[in-house]
Each structure stands twice: as C-alpha cells, then as structure tokens.
Nanobody
C-alpha cells in the first residue's frame, strides 16, 4: 500500500502563501485520485482539492476555488497544493490521501470515504 507524507506547512499572516508537498512511498497507477484534506480543531476533516492522476483533472472545494491550486509531478511522485490569499479559516492540519477510482468524475467527491494511505499531516496556521 502506498503511504503519503506531507510537508510545507507553517505560520503566515492573512493574505500570505504556502506550498504544501505530498510525497508518495510508491508509484500510484493512473486510476488513482490524490486529495488534500484539512481538519481544524473541533471540526470534521474536509476535502480541499483533488487531482486524478490519469488526466490531471482537478477538483476544488468552493471555499478554496481560485485561491488554491493542486498539481502533480510524476517524476518526483509528489502532489503539491499551492495556497494563496490565505485566510484564518484556512488554519488546520492538512493531510493527503489517495483512492482508486475507475473514472475521473469520482475524484470530484471530496468525502474521506475510500481514501487511504493517510500521512501524519502538516500544520497550517493563518493569523489575522
């Protein structure tokens, strides 16, 4: 099973930027969806963005559209999350995970169901 490790978190002020990295321990097949999730204290884990490895289709939660960009570097086995115009509401622990899907459309579901290979997370703190 492929495991993922996140890095790149930190503390920034409102309006700042961070780039998170998610490195996979092995090669994921084309029919895999990799997603970023976040969890704030006392709240449920929520999906932020996902990418379908087969055709690089991307999907975003409404709360981060136009501010966050998910991308992949297959040569480095790494998925990135570029986060711009950060807000205090973006504060939380960020995780990446993957799941097998037959069709890119199912990568658009940002529920935690069926995702696996969860890493330890990386903390993002945005101050006002």
């Amino acid at each position: 099973q492929v495991h993922l490790v996140e890095s790149g978190g930190g503390s920034v002020q409102t309006g700042g930027s961070l780039r998170l990295s998610c490195v996979a321990s092995g090669v994921m097949e084309r029919q895999h969806c990799v997603a970023w999730f976040r969890q704030a204290p006392g709240k449920e884990r929520e999906g932020v963005a996902s990418v379908y490895k087969g055709d690089s289709s991307t999907y975003y939660a409404d709360s981060v559209k136009s501010r966050f960009t998910i991308s992949q570097n297959n040569a480095l086995n790494t998925i990135y999350l570029q986060m711009n115009s950060l807000k205090p509401d973006d504060t939380g622990m960020y995780y990446c995970a993957h799941k097998f899907v037959w069709d890119a459309r199912y990568c658009g579901s940002l529920s935690t169901d069926y995702f696996r290979g969860w890493g330890p997370g990386t903390q993002v703190t945005v101050s006002s």
